[in-house]
């Protein structure tokens, strides 16, 4: 795959976020508690903190850093998806979001203490995110990424049997794939947008401006009805970018294995993982 392609790719995946924004506001889980807590003795975030978030979405993590008492500047793609962050983010007067792509959006003349992408940094321009989120950060001040996985846990069989429906349905599903634990989830470089990857491999630009990142992992379950674990999958970009057909298909497939199999509800097991990297002071 050449470098256009993925750029193609990234940007094409990264729009259908914006396709139903209620639904995703709806079904995508928010972040674990202890997260923040971590977020606040690492980086500093409470009252008077100042933040960037990059990809603020519909606000899943913008509404607890606002209850902290950050003052929060949000930059979101998607109109669609900043009307809903708005929306839910009424009662807090420190928070502004903006309708842009952090690649291109104006940087404003006073520093951020953090920059915070939540499961939103594999969607930024590779080239510039880490420079730019350096570029916004005071001395001193912290990057933040945040990770979430798919892990083995939960309602394991279930899991494993819904690797054919996606293997007749999906063309690009390789086939006997199998969830790991999360001992086997490699920790994240942030360099390479939110994917695991080896922290050996090749520096992105503006790394070496940030001390070594320090890592937090946390696990967790949730529990969905059919109804909700299909609305779910409708949030993600690689089942929405599926031609009609086949999604419907899959999304089928899927809806009957859980009713007759598992009696109407799964249990998924999430790992998120918290990456933060302090700007030198130099």
């Known amino acids: 795959m050449t470098s256009e392609t993925s750029a193609a790719d990234r940007e094409r995946l990264r729009r259908t976020f914006t396709e139903d924004a209620e639904l995703y506001d709806r079904m995508r889980p928010g972040y674990p508690p202890r997260m923040y807590d971590d977020l606040a ?7 008077g903190c100042r933040v960037l978030e990059i990809g603020c979405g519909t606000g899943k993590a913008t509404v607890p ?3 902290q008492g950050c003052r929060v500047v949000g930059v ?10 708005r929306r839910r983010l009424a009662g807090h007067p420190d928070v502004e ?9 104006p940087l404003p003349p006073e520093p951020f203490d ?19 989120s350096a570029d916004a950060l005071r001395p001193g001040g912290v990057l933040a990424t945040v990770a979430t996985h798919h892990i083995k846990g939960g309602t394991e069989d279930f899991f494993v049997a819904a690797q054919d429906c996606y293997e007749r349905f999906d063309p690009s599903t390789p086939p006997g794939l199998r969830l790991r634990p999360a001992a086997d989830i490699p920790y994240d470089s942030a360099e390479s947008g939110g994917r695991s990857t080896d922290l050996k491999s090749g520096a992105a ?21 059919t109804e909700q674990y299909l609305g ?18 899959l999304l089928d497939a899927l809806g009957r294995l859980i ?11 999430y790992l998120t993982e918290l990456r933060t990297a302090r700007r030198h002071l130099g």
């Open 114 to 132: 953090v920059v915070l992408a939540a499961t939103a940094f594999t969607w930024i321009d590779p080239a510039v995110r880490v420079a730019r």
């Open 41 to 47: 003795e690492l980086a500093g975030t409470g009252p």
């Open 97 to 105: 979001i903006h309708v842009a792509a952090f690649e291109e959006w």
């Open 76 to 85: 979101e793609l998607g109109a669609e998806m900043a009307a809903v962050a």
């Open 65 to 67: 850093l606002a209850e």
């Open 259 to 269: 009713d007759r199999d598992f009696g109407g509800t799964i249990t998924k097991r």
């Open 205 to 225: 630009p503006g790394s070496d401006r940030s001390e070594p990142p320090v890592f937090h992992r946390y696990e967790w379950d949730a529990t969905y009805t």
């Open 232 to 249: 779910l999958l409708c949030t993600y970009s690689g089942h929405r970018a599926l031609d009609p057909e086949a999604r419907t298909g």
